[in-house]
């Protein structure tokens, strides 16, 4: 599994989630199980079928992809939702979405096109807010036009 750089303040969890985006963005496809907890299982396969089919999978599938109860599958969601690394819209149904994984997609589409993608400059900011000088308002009216008033 590719390993991502670690940043100041991510916590090994959040490291290893962080990689297995990765992973999915890079390969299409889900890491090695080997190592990956039930949740980190749950996340992989929820990442693979998100950029296979473009739809969330269903509590039954996760089930039976982990070969655990639809019970424990919901609970292992729930856990990821608490986590912050899944969102779902309350009360519908397929409505997992993983933060951040379209927008890597799509970076990593147009690095693949040719594109030089600086995520670093993407995230510059200006230290303090800049006041912008006020411009005067000037209207322009023809001498000629006799529906502007003489002057």
Do not use: C, W
């Amino acid at each position: 599994m590719p390993t991502t750089k670690p940043v100041a303040g991510m916590t090994r969890k959040a490291q290893m989630f962080a990689a297995i985006v990765d992973h999915l963005v890079l390969t299409g496809d889900a890491p090695p199980i080997e190592g990956l907890n039930r949740p980190m299982q749950a996340f992989a396969y929820v990442g693979v079928e998100l950029m296979r089919t473009g739809r969330s999978p269903s509590l039954g599938e996760i089930a039976r992809h982990l070969g655990v109860a639809k019970s424990r599958a919901g609970q292992l969601i729930a856990a990821l939702r608490h986590a912050g690394v899944v969102k779902q819209v309350p009360g519908a149904q397929r409505a997992l979405t993983i933060p951040g994984l379209e927008r890597r997609l799509a970076i990593e589409h147009l690095r693949r096109e040719g594109f030089v993608i600086d995520e670093d400059i993407m995230r510059v900011r200006p230290s303090t807010p800049v006041q912008l000088p006020i411009v005067a308002v000037i209207e322009h009216r023809r001498r000629d036009d006799p529906s502007q008033p003489a002057t």
